[in-house]
């Protein structure tokens, strides 16, 4: 068992570093709202601190899951920042969806003190954090990693590392532009069946367990078509990954077509007030549109 901090307490940190403590290791959290970080302690047990170097300090590993760019480098450099408080040789583990370049950039400023740094983006959801079902996407030294696995091990039912730093950030990358286009597709479907006169459950029922299926369609179709959409990742966040993705696309020479029309999908459904509403929400911009 290892002395840990978790920095970010978000509907994903809060969980994930539950299950840390839930394994027995001795976790210190910080998030910038410290009173969810004394809920945190108050109901798992563990320690929390004011600052991430505070909570750093004498940390084996240090585990974030945060906002965004600005939010990552915050949490990590300057005097209060955790790197200031990690010792040599200690692993940084990045659970942020972010950008290669700021994970590029971080790794870089890490090894000049002596710390590892892994960036390790999550799939699956509040859902998949509070049930420890994640699957998690690493980039990052070989021996960083073998260290890191383990740990990870207590939220995550599959992690693996893609390649070198900034390889799970990408990775993350093509999770999401897949995601964009299969919920607009579902979208598109359920809205079809229901102009055309069908019964959208029974036919998902049908259709779910041939080549149309996917998670998406398994988990999502009932509370799309109920007109339910607060289960999980909110537009907001996803708009902040796919201008990642299309920046990225640019940088690398790819063409997403269909990944920048749904962006711009999603800029509708905010318009409409749904900035917080999940990402399968695209179905109820199809209803409002008649």
């Known amino acids: 068992m290892a002395k840990l901090a978790f920095l970010g307490l978000g509907v994903m940190g809060y969980p ?3 299950h840390l403590q839930a394994k027995g290791h001795d976790v210190t959290v910080y998030n910038r709202t410290a009173a969810k970080a ?5 109901q798992h047990g563990g ?8 909570a750093a300090a004498g940390a084996e590993m240090v585990m974030a899951c945060v906002g965004n760019d600005d939010d990552l480098r915050a949490i990590c450099l300057g005097p209060h920042g955790a790197f200031a408080g990690m010792a040599k040789g200690s692993v940084f ?12 950039e971080l790794f870089e400023a890490a090894a000049e003190l002596g710390i590892h740094f892994v960036d390790a983006p999550v799939s699956g959801g509040q859902a998949g954090a509070e049930n420890g079902q994640l699957v998690v996407m690493c980039g990052g030294g070989e021996a960083a990693y073998g260290r890191a696995e383990p740990v990870i091990a207590a939220y995550a039912k599959k992690c693996v ?20 286009g299969l919920v607009q597709g579902l979208s598109e479907g359920l809205h079809f069946a229901e102009k055309a006169g069908l019964d959208g459950r029974a036919v998902i029922d049908v259709i779910g367990g041939g080549a149309a299926g996917s998670w998406q369609m398994v988990n999502r179709y009932q509370t799309m078509l109920d007109d339910h959409f607060e289960h999980g990742f909110a537009v907001d966040w996803m708009r902040k990954d796919l201008g990642i993705c299309l920046d990225t696309a640019d940088e ?5 077509p269909v990944t920048a029309l749904v962006d711009q999908f999603y ?3 905010q318009k409409m007030g749904g ?11 199809l209803r409002k549109m008649g």
Not at 47 to 52: C, G, L, S
Not at 93 to 104: E, I, L
Not at 275 to 285: A, E, I, N, P
């Open 16 to 18: 994930m570093a539950g």
């Open 38 to 42: 004394e809920a945190w302690a108050a």
């Open 47 to 54: 320690a929390h601190a004011p600052t991430p170097r505070e």
């Open 93 to 104: 583990v990045d659970h942020t969806t972010v950008s290669a370049k700021v994970t590029r």
């Open 161 to 180: 590392r893609l390649g070198d730093s900034g390889a799970g950030q990408l990775t993350k990358m093509v999770n999401q532009i897949c995601i964009a």
């Open 252 to 256: 690398v020479g790819a063409s997403l």
């Open 267 to 269: 800029k509708d459904v």
């Open 275 to 285: 900035g917080r509403w999940d990402t399968s929400s695209l179905f109820k911009r």
